[in-house]
């Protein structure tokens, strides 16, 4: 028998990234009692990374840009697997939950007349997000915590949450372990709202934290959610590649919105070729029109770098493989070419990319003023999650549990645009907030079990009690992260998918055995081999959902069925627990489109 | 250079003492990748906050050769000598684990500093109307990433340990862009003052110095915060006028 600390909470709040705060904000403002569970400190989530901006159609730099074009950009970058409702709430409130960051401290740039000033991205329209240099992550995590603290929000640091606590079907509370003395602690609650952010610590090449190990897809799952959509990957197509050590890590799209061109080895400007047909008619004829779009001319098409994620990244891979790759397996990104545009390119570089340019200077050597910075692919974002309603965000098969934002699955379909992310953290976070303390309201009476409790214990502390063994917990997390990035990374086919999936068999065998030395104080080993389950429960959903999907779409790529078909738009994929515990896929139509958004579509080509 | 030696802390609130690691590097190796293969391969539960590795979060603040770094953004061959590179938790705050210490006392601390409060919105969308130079002045005081490094340094709080009367730069830093935002009209020249201490700062600007986002953090948020201290309270043409014409002496 363990001693636990017990808390109680009207809602439970998992993650304390963009959505977590968001969500707990919205909660408390409800008037119920809100408990907000970090796994880091506060304020150091993996929305602090964020760089580029925010999205949303405010229509501050170009007023031609507003909801309805917002949200057939955000479709078409899907293409089309997108939830359509979350997509139009999301285009429809993403302004207003911009403005009221200002309201709690933030201060975006600014346009001449005053107004927030919005930034071109890839696959929007027209400039749409707001930003603060390349910091704007920081700015939203740093606004929301330090507008969240007044709110009479309990907040736990350090805690990480290993499983969800059940009455029947309904979620009621979580058991996890603090990491300063690795005591348990028991949070017994009416509504819990996941917001624990990705799972790029699947690969091993990514820009995530180690923070980012799919806990909430995996609690979600085995508390019976379903997710969605998880052969869908999102691989920047621009990370750091060189030297090793800072492999994977981002460098912001936002150096190709202010005019960063990428080239191969033989200094040819690539993107030019292979446009895909959905986008030839917003994409620049040549390097003029493309330079004039990038410095507001309304009548220029986006260069061709700014076209969406999963296409450039292929593009990259391309040249790769075709021999024409930069020294160490990637290509050129040049923001210093500006220099032939703009006088003083050195300060305006250093002005509107401030931490890329501290980042390779202090990190690669490289002056990004002066010369081009070598980038590859590097796992970014799951666009799969939890499938939850789209108004209220609970999940569809286990009442009282709530997911926002990156643990949450539906609104970006096959493929994220870049700034629909941090939009998506506040416009979904707010929802979930919202409807969580409804729900916690509405259903006051529930009984957290005793043994389910006892089991989370003995699972918790079963491989520190093994102690030192032979199975390493860093190791067997790399070779998984080494057989994922093999297997189901950028370019899949069904031979190396099934390898995988019999690989995922193997390694999820050995989790028995795993072993941590030590004591429960501060122990990364202990902690380490713990978040294992759920790097092996999300690696599973993602390579089954690849296998299944026999065609190449958005951010799924297979060599064995290039082309994108059809037959396979009217649906999504849904992984659930089965009742031995087997993971089952399931095909599950999309909803028809709502007649007036079908002519938004239509309208906005 | 192809291995290196490093002499890392390992202990708890008890007491405890430096170890010896061997690590072969990789090219472009920062001391948070040294530390990450020491636990991965000769110690499992060696204790470190990390989250970000790209010097954004504030995560992995250590002292590397009695330095207050941040690991992420330390090159081991910069910091590389003749005899081994140590790393050791920072000073200013009670070791938890090895590497790790209890900064809870700097959330503690800014709870208590009145928020940006801001005025009636400009316009009916909820907006306000500001200028790009008006909001540089405190833009700069939010690229902090609170990894604690200026607290460390500060002698205030290293050397004489007075945190119960003094926030320290990074919540002078944190008072001064709610002050300079250009649409709160809260005051907290009383608070910084009375409660937070600003008077302790002599300005020797241990804290800019290790700042690693470069935030000019004495020139730009304490010297501006000391000189409306002492305008409000101790400008005796002021306490004049506020006799004849009115005015809370704000004592």
Redesign the interface.
Known sequence: MSAYQEFEHDVLVIGAGGAGLRAAIEAAAAGVNVGLVCKSLLGKAHTVMAEGGMAASMGNVDERDGWKTHFADTMRGGQYLNSWRMAELHAKESPERARELEKWGALFDRTPDGKILQRNFGGHKYPRLAHVGDRTGLEMIRTLQDHGIHQGIDVHMEVTVTRLLKDGERCVGAFGYDREQGRFRIFKAKAVVLATGGLGRAYLVTSNSWEGTGDGHSLAYHAGAEMRDMEFIQFHPTGMIWPPSVRGILVTEGVRGEGGILRNSKGERFMFEDIPPLYIDQTADNPEEGWRYVTGDRDARRPPELLTRDHVARKIVKEVQEGRGSPHGGAFLDISWIKEHIKDSEGHIKKKLPSMYHQFKELAGIDITKEPMEVGPTTHYAMGGVAVDADTQMTTTVPGLFAAGEVGGGLHGANRLGGNSLSDLVVFGQRAGEYAAKFAKDNPNYTVSEAEIEEAATEALAPLERGVTSVNPFQLQFELQTMMQNKVGIAREEEGLSEALGSIGEIAGQLADVGAGGNRWYNPGWHTALDLKHLLTVSEAIALSARERKESRGAHSRLDHLDKDKAWSTFNHVVRKGPDGEMIIERRDIPPIRQELQDILEEEG | MKSATFKVWRG?QEGGDFETYDVDL?????VL?AIHKI???QA????????????????CSAEVNGSPRLMC?T?VEDVAGDGPITVEPMRAFPV???L?TD??WN?EV??SIQ??T?RE?DFE????????YD?ER??EF?????CFLCQNVCHVLRDHQMHAEFAGPRHFV?AA??EM?P?DVGDRVAQLRDDLGIGYCNITKCCTNVCPEGITITDNAIIPLKERVVDRSYDPIAKIARSVFGGADDD
């Open positions: 708890d990789e090219p472009g190796y920062v990748d636990q991965a391969e499992t539960d060696l204790a470190c906050r990390w989250n970000c590795k790209a010097g954004k979060c504030g995560s953004m090159r938890l684990k090895d790790v900064v809870s959330y800014k709870a928020p940006v801001p919105p969308d909820g907006s306000w109307e500001m200028q790009q909001v405190p833009q939010r690229k902090c990433i609170e944190f862009q709610a935002n649409i």
